[in-house]
């Protein structure tokens, strides 16, 4: 008798497994949340905002991201974000960033090319991870030994960099970049945000084929 | 007492000693002297003599501690008194049991940080947040603060400072971050800390029940005094 009932028992779960499987099977507050706040003009985009002070946001840039890009949906475009507030340098951190992006953008790479050998971004903020991380590096002798680090991964003298963060296209983009906050403060850092409005509970995240599915279903919401 | 008595009395009647006990004041102040000890060591040797930067699960876990101590020198006032130790429970309760949840979440947290198995985790808050809102880190950046990173505990050095020898060598040992053991990774800071609440909740839980137990007891046994002297007196 015991054992009818664990079959009883194991048929329903595999029942609602199936149906689990099948149709949505993700729910706002657990999968995903609603930001109070959009960001505006992010239709049709998947915003991941980071910051190089973050571990999780390093691990995310070596293993995770690089492979959910390239298998994004076609009508969705990657924009990264890089957040002011956290860490001592982040606001260096994101002039460079947004420097550095406007360039890449500039040399004719896609959102899909920018974890790819060429990007000066990646390059940077690669640069940034290991020296912070790894080596633990702090910089304890101020922002320009900071920018040091960044510009001579990718070989840019710090006058050219002086030059073009006067240029208003990084101006705007920093100023993109602002809505970072409120986003970060939702969940901290990194954080997935489709079309503006959903940001992804990283806690929910158990696969990369899964966040891809999660950003599908969130993208036609 | 003597100890034999006491294991005597314990033996006979374990509710009813347990319930003395927490009378008295000595457990409440090992407690709170305890609970004191773990953040001011936290606080004064590993973050700023050793330069080892607290995260953010590990300031929630200070302000879980000083609740417990908070409880505890409450108690300890007067612990015979009903109200001072309801508060004195409350807090050391609240405490303790807040005081697991950070440190588990702190140890998945670590694992997420020291292994490729990064899912089911999410980063750190670039602000704390302290329950019912309290702006601690405002108040106290010192002690409440989150300066360092997220699953790390390593030891970091600023620029240009002279490191003692003994500073040199503590540091070095725990170059790989927090462990009660480092050589070896043996139990982490996390670890250890929800080992410390989690006796100190399962001896708090304990002690109330047997404290209700016998007041219960108490009202009961008065109770059936005065029916049984109403039913002599009609006899």
């Known amino acids: 008798m015991s054992f009818k009932f664990l079959k009883t028992i194991a048929k329903s779960f595999a029942l609602v497994a199936f149906f689990a499987g099948t149709s949505f099977a993700f729910t706002e507050g657990t999968d995903y949340v609603k930001l109070a706040k959009p960001i505006p003009n992010a239709q049709g985009t998947l915003i991941k905002v980071f910051s190089y002070d973050c571990p999780f946001c390093y691990k995310y840039d070596k293993k995770i991201t690089p492979n959910l890009v390239p298998k994004l949906p076609k009508d969705l475009t990657f924009r990264p974000f890089h957040l002011k507030t956290k860490g001592k340098y982040g606001v260096q951190g994101s002039e460079l960033f947004a420097v550095l992006l406007l360039k890449d953008q500039k040399a004719g790479l896609s959102d899909r090319d920018l974890y790819g050998p060429k990007s000066l971004l990646k390059k940077a903020k690669m640069a940034y991870y290991t020296a912070y991380h790894d080596k633990k590096e702090r910089w304890d002798s101020g922002p320009d030994a900071y920018l040091k680090t960044g510009l001579d991964a990718v070989g840019m003298t710090r006058a050219e960099f002086d030059k073009a963060k006067t240029d208003p296209k990084v101006k705007a983009l920093l100023k993109e970049w602002d809505a970072s906050y409120d986003v970060a403060k939702v969940q901290g850092v990194p954080g997935f945000v489709v079309n503006g409005k959903y940001l992804i509970m990283t806690k929910s995240i158990t696969s990369i084929d899964g966040m891809l599915k999660l950003i599908n279903e969130l993208k036609t919401k | ?235």
């Open chain 2, 1 to 235: 007492m003597k100890l034999s008595e006491m294991i005597g009395n314990f033996r006979s009647d374990p509710v009813g000693s347990i319930s003395q006990w927490q009378d008295k004041r000595f457990l409440w102040i090992f407690m709170a002297a305890l609970s004191l000890f773990m953040v001011i060591l936290a606080h004064s040797v590993f973050q700023v003599w050793l330069y080892m930067r607290p995260c953010e699960q590990c300031v929630y876990i200070r302000l879980a501690f000083f609740a417990m101590a908070f409880g505890g020198i409450v108690a300890a006032i007067k612990p015979s008194n009903p109200a001072l130790k309801i508060v004195g429970y409350l807090f050391a309760i609240w405490g303790s049991f807040k005081g697991v949840l950070y440190s588990i979440k702190l140890d998945k947290i670590h694992h997420a940080a020291h292994s490729e198995d990064i899912f089911g985790v999410q980063g750190c808050s670039p602000e704390p947040t302290f329950p019912f809102h309290l702006p601690l880190d405002k108040w106290s950046p010192e002690w409440f603060k989150p300066t360092g990173d997220c699953g790390y505990d390593n030891p970091i050095i600023p620029d240009g400072a002279q490191l003692s020898s003994l500073q040199k060598a503590i540091t070095d040992f725990y170059s790989e971050g927090w462990y009660l053991w480092p050589p070896a990774h043996f139990m982490n800071m996390a670890q250890c800390t929800v080992i410390t609440f989690g006796v100190i909740l399962l001896f708090l839980l304990v002690a109330a029940v047997c404290w209700i137990v016998t007041l219960v007891r108490k009202r009961q046994s008065a109770a059936h005094e005065e029916t049984s002297g109403y039913t002599g007196k009609l006899a």
